[in-house]
């Protein structure tokens, strides 16, 4: 899906909202815990329940691996659920030399057709740019997480910036903002503004509202995009457990228009 | 397998060799690529054949992932097959916020039982943690790698250190030389004596010997430990592709055992 697409999504639905699938069995109402596609059918009921109050799903691999191929088959279950018309992200963090970069972006691009990865800058350029040869596709690249542990290397001071911001730097060079976003934690909406300066077109993926925290006024206050929004905002856990009843999926539309509210 | 066994092994079989199964079905001998299941009957074939010659295998997720549940599987029965007694790797390079990075512990330590997974160190303390709360596994950090790219972010200075030397020192905090390794690149063999100097008792895995173009006398001269070698020297493309006729298995085990004369 197309950055110009993506806009007027957001635009139409008057919404930046990601919703996150980190669909966790242990956490999902106990009506459905017996049944053989649990999760599936949770996700389902979710998917159903917003899709017209989001513009994106962001699907957490590790999630699903921790259930082994069975897991792998219910995350291309889950991808195959969503509208054609919504845009997909694989929540994946992964980056490797470039031969195995390679294999992760036609895992996720090809033999699952997500329209978004988030990757990790760690390794470098060539570590990321066979993900950005999918033109057609997004590449999301972390910048400044929302944990705690960001202080401890994304953080670090090189020169007279932060690690996060050379790589804001650094890697917009290799992309362009059609075809890269950048993950910027929203707890730290203080540095929004700084960001939104060396990076001003491209969309950032705000996890960390919600569960994890973050501020949601500022988020669009300092890192929006004047008339395009430039922001999806994610939420996970507090649309996902919204309830623990047989009214999950009503009460995690109710906490997604909620957000949606707070976001239009 | 705790460090003490895998020294033993090192001693009794006279070799740091890791095998890395980055099975990549397009460069597998023809005469396999027709069959079912030709991946799982390569591996098994280049485990009979080097089991004795190595010891540890690594498995790099990404040449599995790429063919969706079934490479799930296949790297299930890859695992299964390779024999108890050898230490096994999932080259994963994973790392997410704390709740995350758990259920991909449980994914590679549970679902899967490997020895050990590597991460990625970019999200800081939160994210490497839950793979250390498995104290009979061990944990990988990235510190340098052998890509081109590593200059990058890794060899950015902070202060008078490079990023690479400053995760060494802080994430050695987070756990003991019995549960962490690190990557190290053995392209960058010049700097593994100040390494060495930073984690004088961490085990090193050292990828980019081979294909990548590292100097493995380099590696042992200024990466070991006296006495407990302290350190995994692996070896992918170069043992794999060794052969693309019949004799594959044959060709590997010859490249495995002249690896293993370099290094005993």
Redesign the interface.
């Known amino acids: 899906m197309s950055r110009n697409k993506l806009i007027a999504d957001i635009q139409e639905k008057r919404t930046c909202l990601c919703v996150g699938l ?1 669909t ?1 069995l242990a956490k999902i109402p106990t009506h459905l815990k017996g049944r053989p596609d649990a999760i599936l059918e949770f996700n389902k009921a979710i998917i159903d329940a917003t899709a017209d109050c989001c513009v994106a799903y962001k699907i ?1 691999t ?2 699903y ?9 219910l995350m ?1 279950a889950t991808l195959a659920y969503i509208p054609k018309n919504i845009f997909t992200i694989a ?1 994946a ?9 390679t ?2 972006a ?2 996720f691009f ?3 057709s997500f329209d978004a990865i988030t990757v ?9 740019k066979p993900f950005l040869e999918y033109t057609n596709k997004t590449t999301i690249v ?1 910048a400044l ?10 953080q ?4 007279d910036e932060f ?1 996060y911001e ?2 804001l730097k ?1 890697s917009k060079e290799w992309g362009t903002p059609d075809n890269m976003m950048y993950v910027v934690g929203a707890t730290k909406a203080s540095s929004l503004a700084q960001i939104r300066a060396i990076v001003p077109e491209h969309f950032l993926l705000i ?1 960390g509202v919600g569960a ?1 925290g973050g501020d949601i006024d500022e988020v669009l206050k300092y890192g929006g995009i004047p008339g395009q929004t430039g922001l999806l905002v994610n939420s996970s856990r507090q649309i996902l457990y919204a309830s623990s009843g047989e009214d999950f999926a009503e009460k995690a539309r109710a906490e997604a228009l909620k957000l949606l509210g707070k976001i239009s």
């Open positions: 980190d966790d957490n590790a999630f691996e921790c259930l082994g191929a069975k897991g792998w088959d291309e929540d963090k992964r980056g490797d030399i470039g031969n195995t970069s294999m992760y036609k895992a090809e033999t699952l990790s800058p760690y390794m470098g350029s060539d570590s990321v972390l997480t929302s944990n705690a542990g960001s202080i401890d290397f994304e670090l001071k090189t020169g690690v050379k790589v650094t996890p994890q």
